[in-house]
């Protein structure tokens, strides 16, 4: 009689105490829509290994991420630490991090930092997952793995980040497209543009236009047409050597493709392209020999302009005869390269041509009526790209070997340097682009300086140099997001320019 009282006060004590536990450490219950996953498997891997109170539940989730249903996890993380400057990060208004990415990359399994994280591919073993525990069953960690491959679905079958607005970055290291899903702030989708594969092809420089992305491969001397609501390859050309910044009519059937900043002082043509066979419609010959890198349109697509890295000097081309039609704008009678014009830019209104100089450090403003510099604006230690606003009146610049964004203002015919931000995260900025709406300023910060490399929160093993996008809210001057991307992140095209 005695041992069964001590036995019921043994279980009634034990059921009080598994009850009196935290919510979260009660294995949840999958409901009938499997938690919004595509299958009751998928949702059983997250919901008894990885909700326990401190990781990935409803309260105090690690890094924000919550996977208690699909619409909780593809919103992604937020709040990792930056390597070794966590505490330097600047902070939004709600007091977390800004540092963050997606669990997962739709049809990319080996890309998915969550199946990476469950396999152990990592180089710090003490952040596998599941947390501090063992290590899961191969069947269930191939559970996730296939559902990955087939597109991470939910409960209907729709594949996640599919539809809106988009960012597309180009990865020179590592032949890589990493589309940005421009409302979860995440990479929704990761292009492998590696043709040739004894080489690094290295795309260069991407830009959109009609339903469609351009994308230069540098190595590989190719231009490719990809079809951006499928991410398809639809069309490439060869054969142009070096090739590196793109400019595309408004109708879409003209590309024009200048060469690569690392390429030798050797050339005189540039060349067009007709995108809707893509075949080359011309080498359009420059009046000096040099190195043709920087090209603009005009809005019109009357002009196009034509900058010579090594000869400080400025090509004007017709868009219909692609001829050259007027004499260069020199910007410097020094027998000696006094600017390097690197980038250019024509205001929306084709009145003004903003010139980025890599060795003078300036971006010069002429005037497209008189072909006078009119303006010289101080950018800090090398300008590369800029974002200009739709109505003309800010200009973004980016400065390639100082962590520095520079905003300039127009007002009239007169610009103003009005502000400078700076982040931890600006390792070696490169490209700039600014959403259609005007509010964020999406950049890509390529890494490639050895000296300064940032260490990325997780370090997956024979990843090399990886890069990050920033993206910054000009409306309310903060940084709102960082995402780990591909290896050495270069061009970057937010919207049809």
Not at 191 to 211: F, M, S
Not at 356 to 381: A, D, P, Y
Not at 391 to 406: A, F, L, W
Not at 430 to 438: E, F, K, Q, R, V
Request: with cysteine; charged share 20%.
């Amino acid at each position: 009689m005695r041992n069964s009282f001590h036995l019921l006060v043994f279980f009634v004590i034990t059921f009080f105490l598994f009850y009196a536990c935290d919510e979260e450490s009660v294995i949840p219950i999958v409901d009938e829509t499997n938690n919004g996953f595509q299958s009751k498997e998928v949702a059983e891997v997250f919901a008894q290994n990885c909700l326990q109170s401190g990781c990935h539940g409803i309260s105090d989730a690690h890094h924000n991420l919550k996977l208690t249903s699909f619409s909780e996890m593809i919103k992604g993380s937020v709040g990792r630490p930056l390597g070794a400057h966590d505490n330097l990060m600047p902070k939004p208004a709600h007091g977390d991090g800004v540092y963050g990415g997606s669990p997962i990359i739709p049809f990319n399994a080996e890309k998915s930092l969550v199946y990476n994280l469950l396999m152990g591919n990592i180089e710090d073993q003490s952040q596998r997952m599941p947390y501090q525990r063992s290590s899961l069953p191969q069947s269930q960690i191939n559970s996730i793995k296939d559902w990955i491959n087939n597109g991470a679905r939910d409960y209907n079958g729709n594949v996640p980040y599919t539809g809106g607005e988009k960012i597309y970055v180009c990865n020179q290291g590592s032949d890589e497209i990493f589309e940005i899903d421009a409302n979860y702030k995440v990479a929704s989708r990761i292009i492998n543009v590696d043709l040739i594969p004894t080489l690094t092809d290295a795309p260069h420089n991407i830009q959109l236009r009609n339903g469609y992305y351009y994308v230069t491969l540098i190595a590989s001397g190719r231009l490719l047409k990809i079809q951006a609501s499928t991410n398809q390859l639809v069309g490439q050309i060869s054969g142009l050597e070096n090739a590196g910044m793109i400019q595309i009519t408004n109708d879409g059937k003209t590309a024009f493709v200048s060469r690569s900043s690392t390429a030798p002082s050797i050339y005189n043509i540039i060349y067009a392209i007709d995108t809707e066979t893509m075949t080359k419609k011309a080498d359009i010959s420059l009046p000096v020999t040099g190195l043709p890198h920087a090209i603009w349109l005009t809005s019109d697509d009357k002009k196009l302009f034509v900058g010579n890295l090594t000869k400080d000097r400025i090509t004007i081309v017709d868009v219909n005869t692609l001829e050259v039609i007027e004499d260069d704008i020199v910007l410097s009678s020094s027998p000696e390269t006094v600017h390097e014009p690197m980038h250019l830019y024509v205001s929306p209104d084709d009145k003004y041509l903003y010139v980025n100089c890599r060795k003078s450090s300036l971006m010069l403003v002429i005037n497209l009526v008189t072909k006078q510099v009119i303006q010289e604006l101080l950018i800090k230690n090398h300008p590369m790209q800029s974002a200009v606003s739709q109505d003309g009146n800010k200009i973004y610049t980016v400065s390639h070997h100082e962590p520095i964004i520079t905003e300039i203002t127009k007002n009239g015919e007169s610009w103003t340097i009005t502000r400078e931000f700076t982040s931890e995260a600006f390792h070696h900025l490169y490209g700039a682009d600014l959403t259609p709406d005007g509010r964020y300023l999406y950049v890509t910060c390529s890494n490639s300086d050895p000296a300064h490399q940032f260490e990325p929160h997780y370090k997956i093993p024979n990843i090399t140099r990886p890069s990050l996008v920033c993206i910054y809210d000009v409306t309310s001057n903060e940084l709102v997001k960082i995402l780990d991307v591909g290896s050495f992140a270069t061009g970057i095209a937010a919207r049809e320019n």
